[in-house]
Every structure is written in C-alpha cells, then in structure tokens.
C-alpha cells in the first residue's frame, strides 16, 4: 500500500530557477491538498483540489501553480523560486471536502539558495 | 476565523510518564477536532479525532475529549514509551466549509528512558 506518494524527497534551488513537486495516491481519494510546513508555524495551506477537474486557492498560494493531472495526480509548480519558498511540502488526499482524515505523503525538503 | 493554540514545546519525559499536551481553540459553530502525529522524517498521521462536544477520540493509549464549555481538546497518555517521541499538531476542520484544516504550531515530544 503505497498511500500517498511524494517526490522528489529533496531538492536545492537557486533564485529563479522552476521546478514541480510531484504528488499521487492510490486509495481513489476524490481531494488532495498542498500544504508547506515551517518552523513554529505549523501546516499551511498552499491549494487544494476537492474532486478531479477542480483547483482552490489555500491561505498561501502566491509563488505557486497547481494541476489536477487526473484523479490520482496533483502537482505544485514553482515558477521562479524563492529563498522564501525553503520549506517541508506535503501533499495530502481524503475521500471528500467535509470531515474525512487526510493521508499525508512523506514531504519534499526544498531549498533555495 | 478559526484558530488553534497549543503549548509550547518540547515536551521531555521519561519512559512511563503521564503526558498532557495541551490544545485550546477558536471557532464558530461546532468544529470537528483532530490530533495528528509527526514521526521523524514521515508525513503527518490521523491519531485520533472528535466530532461532537463530550466525544472523546482514543487510539494507541492515547485519549482526547472535546469541551466546548472550555474549547478544549487536550491530549493525554498514561504511559508513554520512547517510541512515542514525535511531533504531534491539534487541528480543527469547521463541518459544512471546505475541509482545510487548521492546524496549532505542534508540540514536540521526546521520551528518554
């Protein structure tokens, strides 16, 4: 059982530069989620997707691009990083929008020099 | 809007200790309230969760009972084990909204023997 698969596991940046951080899940959760963690802030919500086809903005999407590839696929694209951006990424998948746990991938450690 | 304050960590506390881990919130209406747990280098895991006021969510010897008279969701454990050591985040999702959870900042937790 894979759950929710991240990757890469970590990357460096320089200013400027792109990249896209990849995320699925196999348990045919219809929501999936992108959320960066930071020291003494907890988990932040970047976007969210509650069904294939959808995209939401979260409480921090400036910097950052998504895409609902499919049901299983949901990727977070930075299109010229920041050292602002140097953050844990997780993404997350649930059954639905309302009241169901998420399942969380492993995270990618990114940072920007 | 929404919010949920935890205590400070770290938490340190020999192997068979009582733990408590304080989780008070801000929210209206009748929030479900979650506990999540970090274990070093994974992604955030469900613990356990409450749906209504005097619920009390429990799972691997930990205990957590939603107050509304006081908006509290403390965590608890009467004996916990050094592979207990984790970071562990209160959230709280507001039924009936988009399910983007807000999270306390996390409180670390470290068991020595």
């Known amino acids: 059982n894979a759950g929710v698969t991240q990757t890469p596991k970590f990357q460096v940046l320089k200013t400027g530069q792109s990249m896209t951080l990849q995320c ?8 999936m989620y992108w959320y960066r963690q930071d020291p003494g802030m907890g988990l932040r919500l970047i976007y969210y997707s509650a069904s294939e086809g959808t995209t939401d903005k979260g409480e921090v999407p400036n910097g950052y691009n998504v895409s609902r590839l499919n049901k299983r696929e949901f990727s977070l694209r930075l299109e010229s990083a920041a050292p602002s951006q140097t953050s844990v ?6 059954w639905t929008l309302y009241n169901s746990p998420l399942h969380f991938g492993n995270g990618t ?5 | 809007g929404n919010s949920v304050t935890q205590m400070e960590g770290p938490v340190t506390l020999s192997e068979e200790a009582f733990l408590t881990i304080n989780c008070t919130y801000t929210a209206t209406g009748y ?7 970090q ?3 994974e992604g955030l895991q469900l613990l356990l969760k409450a749906t209504k006021a005097d619920d009390k969510g429990s799972n691997k010897g930990f205990e957590a009972t939603y107050r509304k008279e006081t908006t509290s969701f403390h965590l608890e454990k009467g004996s916990v084990q050094v592979s207990d050591s984790a970071v562990y985040f209160c959230a ?14 996390g409180t670390r937790l470290q068991v020595t023997l």
């Open chain 1, 24 to 31: 699925a899940q196999d348990m045919n959760h219809n929501s």
């Open chain 1, 89 to 94: 990424y997780f993404c997350a998948s649930s």
């Open chain 1, 109 to 113: 450690r990114l940072t920007v020099t």
């Open chain 2, 31 to 37: 929030p479900s309230l979650f506990w999540y747990v």
């Open chain 2, 39 to 41: 274990y070093p280098g």
């Open chain 2, 92 to 105: 709280l999702n507001y039924t009936g909204t988009a399910s983007k959870l807000t999270f306390g900042t």
